[in-house]
Nanobody, 124 residues
Framework: QMHLVESGGELSQAGGSLRLSCAAS????????MGWFRQAPGKEREFAAT????????SYADSVKGRFTISRDVARNTVYLEMNSLKPEDTAVYYC?????????????????WGQGTQVTVSS
């Protein structure tokens, strides 16, 4: 089993910045990549960003590209999401997820473990 805990979500003004963290524990040796997803009120959960654990290759949704940066600290088993130039439409619960199979996935089905989520609210 693997346990993921997100932190860092809070209220921010438009144009502001936040950094989310996600700490993994348990079977962390099986991580191939980590991802961030988000779910806005009344909407489906959507992909935001992902990073491979070994090589650090990244992929972003078009909606966050150029504003968000995903990174990881393998020694600390932690993945981060640096969010800049925040917009009200970034308001959502942000979830981190761990993928234990090779390859990068933008689909929820590609991830085996999920955190409980952290709320990000951006005011206009």
């Amino acid at each position: 089993q693997m346990h993921l805990v997100e932190s860092g979500g809070e209220l921010s003004q438009a144009g502001g910045s936040l950094r989310l963290s996600c700490a993994a524990s348990g079977r962390t040796f099986s991580i191939y990549s980590m991802g961030w997803f988000r779910q806005a009120p009344g909407k489906e959960r959507e992909f935001a960003a992902t990073i491979t654990w070994g090589g650090g290759a990244t992929s972003y949704a078009d909606s966050v590209k150029g504003r968000f940066t995903i990174s990881r600290d393998v020694a600390r088993n932690t993945v981060y999401l640096e969010m800049n130039s925040l917009k009200p439409e970034d308001t959502a619960v942000y979830y981190c997820a761990a993928r234990i199979y090779s390859g990068i996935s933008r689909s929820e089905r590609g991830y085996a473990y999920w955190g409980q989520g952290t709320q990000v609210t951006v005011s206009s």
